[in-house]
Each structure stands twice: as C-alpha cells, then as structure tokens.
C-alpha cells in the first residue's frame, strides 16, 4: 500500500472522528488547536517526497503523554484553510466543556490517529514556523498545550447546568440582579423600564444580593364633595345632618424608601412618609374655614422573601410591620376655638403597631409584563386615644407594555376596602361634623391606573428609573357622608446600585 493511501485513511480517520463524534469532550479548545494542526501536517505529508517521510516514522505509542511531544514541521499554512474544520469543531462542543479546563492523556487520541514522538500540539506563540496568527482564533490561551478532557465530560452536558446550548443558540437569562435559569428559559429581570410595577404600588419587586435602591414618591390626592354609599351628596345635604361638613381635602406624601438585599432570596425594605394635609369646611351659617396637619408618618419596616423564581415569573412574601411614629395629635383652630384636637382624617399616623402581610406576583414576556400583588393591614390593639383604624385589604393587579427598552406604559385596576374605626377618641365629637364619627370611615372603591415608567439601561444613570401613575376612582361605595377621591397623582424616581 503506498503512503498516500496511508495517510488518506488517517485523514479519513481523524474527520469521521472530528466531525461526528458530538458527544467527546475531546473536542475542547485545546484539542481543536492540537487536532486542527495535526490535520494540517498529515495533509502536508501526502505532497511531500520519500525522503521527507522519512522524517515522520509513524510508530505506535498510546502511552506517550502528548505534552511531551516536540513538533518539527515546518510546513506553513493558515487559518482559513481550517476554517471548515473549526466550524464543525465548535458548532459540535458543549460550552460547558469550552470552559473548564482539565487534564487528559493522550490513550482517546491514539484510539482514532496514529501518533508519534514528533508529532505534537505546539504553542502557537511559541513556534514560528507554522503561519497561524493566534488571534484568528478566538479560543482559550493559544499557549495552552494540555488537552483539556475527563471522562465524566463524555456525556452531554448536564440539565442542571446554568447554560444551556441548542440550536446554536445560548439562552442566558436576561436579568441583572437574577440567578441564570437552570433549564435554559429566560428568567424574569428588572433591567427593563416594566421591570418595576406602576410606581403607586410599593413592596413589588426585590432585589439581588448586595444590592441597594432608593427611592423618593410624591403623592398627591384630591378629594371633593361627599358621597353615602354610591351616592353623591350636595354640602346642604349633609348640613342637615351635621352643624359643619367637609366640603374638599387635598393630601400630599413625601415617601422616602431604601432596599437591601442580604441575600437572593430575601430584600428588606424601609419606608417613612412625610405628610401635609388640608381640608376645607363650610358650616350652616355659611363660614368657611380650613385646617392644616403636617408631620413624618408611621415608619415602616418590610421583608420580601422570594418564593418562586422561573419560567419569567416570581412570587414573593411580603411581611412588613408599621411602628406608630406619625401624630395622633393635631391640632389647630376652627371657629369654635382654638387648639382644637382635629378628627381621624386629619390626624398624621394610626397610633398603633400594625402587621402588613401580602403576596406579590410577577410575569414578564418579551414585549409586555404582568403583576398583582394582595395585601392587608392589620391594627394591633388602640392607641393611646382609646381608638383604633379600621383595618384593611387592598388588591391590586396591572399589565404594562415595552415600547422601547427606556419607555413602558401600564394599565393597573385597584381594589381596596377600609373598615370603620373601633373605639373613639374623647376630645371629639362625632355629632359636629361626619369626620369626627368612626362609623363614616368605612368604605370600598375600586380605582384605574394609568401609568408611564423611564428606565435608562446604560450610561451614567444606569439602573434609574422614572415613574408617573394617574390615578381615577371607576366605583366607591363610602360609609358616609365622607368625602370621596377625585383622583390621585404618584411621582417617584428609583436608583439601585
């Protein structure tokens, strides 16, 4: 048999092996340098002449480490000439096998080419004869000369790992502060403008371990004219019942909030609002006048505590706790006198330690997300003016749409119910006007969001985001007279580093 057949059945060997044995780990980075230039020498040897195969003694030796193999061809060639070859090669390799280097002898190798002493993988740095510029090759170190292969790496990759390859295809989660799926699905992320809910609902989304966030919400809420039931009353209505009636309220909110995450799982959030109110009346005799509170609110402390985290959707326990710092004690004069103890409405904080449990739901697609969230308060025994809020449920859920990864909107409907107070507060009296009677504080109304979330995904405000929600009432039904929401305006700005 002549020596080019010899060779041409190496070749032959050495392709069917390369290209269709998909599930060998010896297919790695350094393997592809190692095989890729042994190909070129073999194929360089059926053009040479007698004399120059004697150069190249082919001998059986399996138990030759290949690390210690010197090269001495000098035949050039390039790296497009492999291009084919090196296609298939990575096409072909699991990418967890590309990225974990590990030692091998060279017994697999003999299995399909026959080597010899001189024939060895060189470093492309190292030996200058061959013309391969290493940085054609986008691999690992081009000065590695271990075959990285373990028999364990024979298998195809494991599902459990963190990436996931097929169809060309590597399908990373798309999340910066979450973990990369397990079965290669993209997870659910808050590097998107959806990535947070419309900014009037809190407590909604978590946070990577090590991460923080700030956030400032400006809240503004119009009330105007009273309602009993479904049903609107004029103020002459009410007058006939009451010496003094409420006629309009605005409230505004400064709410600053930060949260940490110890953890993946777990994101504690701290919340204290600063509020400013006034409230307009009017009495029988036609007087009108108007009172003022002002002050920091309840702080509050939360614990967000992750659930679910797959498939693009997460659920997550909220637990939070309120701690009684905002005033029960307002005062301000009204024509009846001066330094006047002022009704419930008015008052800044609840008086006493509250428990605020609740579960949150998100889903994201490629192009729009989902969410609700359901909630309560709890009042923890009276406060230290014999009285205690009502207390309360509120559900909420909302979808939203990414225009452009800065520019999403949402449509959020809102559905929450108060309950009446318990006890009373002795300064006041409920049969002067209906907001010093804890029985007119109940109610149920059900609210449409309109909302507009800016993110800036790069640049030097990377992660900040800004948030406007519109706010209008669709059904209340009020234990009244009691003013009722004409609508609520929410601005808030986030940033999480």
């Excluded at 009172?291 to 909220?318: A, K, V």
Aim: contains cysteine; aromatic residues 10%.
């Amino acid at each position: 048999m002549t020596r080019t057949t010899d060779q041409t059945k190496v070749i032959n060997r050495f392709l069917i092996f390369a290209f269709f044995n998909k599930r060998s780990s010896l297919l790695k980075w350094n393997y592809c340098q190692i095989s890729l230039v042994t190909v070129g020498i073999l194929w360089s040897c059926s053009a040479t002449t007698k004399a120059e195969t004697a150069e190249y003694p082919v001998t059986q030796e399996p138990s030759v480490p290949l690390p210690s193999l010197p090269l001495t061809a000098t035949t050039e060639f390039t790296a497009e000439a492999l291009e084919p070859i090196n296609a298939i090669a990575i096409e072909q390799t699991p990418l967890s096998e590309l990225n974990n280097p590990e030692s091998v002898s060279a017994q697999d190798l003999t299995n399909h080419i026959r080597a010899t002493p001189e024939l060895v993988a060189p470093s492309l740095e190292a030996n200058s004869a061959i013309g391969i510029d290493a940085e054609e090759f986008d691999w690992q170190d081009a000065s590695s000369t271990t075959l990285p292969l373990q028999q364990d790496d024979l298998n195809w990759q494991d599902a459990s790992s963190t990436y996931y390859y097929s169809n060309e295809v590597f399908l990373l989660s798309d999340s910066d502060d979450g973990s990369p799926s397990s079965n290669g699905e993209l997870q659910w992320t808050s590097a998107r403008p959806d990535g947070h809910a419309p900014i009037s609902v809190m407590g909604e989304h978590t946070h990577q371990a090590g991460e923080f966030m700030f956030s400032y919400r400006y809240m503004f809420m119009r009330m105007d004219g009273n309602r009993d039931g479904t049903d609107d009353l004029s103020d002459q209505e009410v007058l006939q019942q009451f010496p003094v009636t409420p006629t309009n309220m605005n409230m505004e909110m400064h709410m600053f909030g930060g949260m940490y995450a110890p953890t993946d799982d777990l994101t504690l959030m701290v919340m204290i609002p600063y509020v400013l109110k006034e409230m307009d009346h009017v009495t029988r005799t036609g007087v009108n006048f108007t009172t003022n509170s002002e002050g920091f609110g309840d702080l509050q402390l939360t614990g967000l505590y992750n659930i679910l985290r797959q498939n693009r959707q997460r659920l997550h326990f909220n637990l939070g706790f309120s701690f009684p710092t905002g005033s029960i004690d307002e005062r301000d004069d009204i024509p009846a006198g001066n330094d006047v103890r002022l009704p419930y409405p008015m008052q800044i904080g609840s008086g006493t330690f509250d428990l605020k449990p609740g579960v949150t739901y998100l889903g994201q697609a490629d192009k729009f997300s989902w969410g609700a969230q359901a909630g309560t308060i709890l009042r923890l025994g009276e406060n230290s003016n014999d009285y205690r809020l009502g207390n309360q449920f509120n559900l909420t859920g909302w979808v939203a749409s990414k225009w452009v990864d800065w520019l999403s909107t949402s449509l959020r409907l809102d559905f929450k119910t108060l309950g009446n107070i318990s006890g009373a507060d002795p300064l006041l009296n409920p049969t002067v006007v209906p907001t010093a009677d804890p029985d007119r504080r109940g109610g149920e109304r059900l609210d449409l969001g309109l909302g507009l979330n800016l993110y800036a995904p790069s640049g030097a405000l990377r992660g900040t985001r800004l948030g406007v929600e519109f706010v209008l009432p669709l059904v209340q039904s009020l234990d009244g007279p009691q003013l009722e929401t004409d609508w609520q305006l929410t601005v808030g700005v986030q940033a999480s580093f």
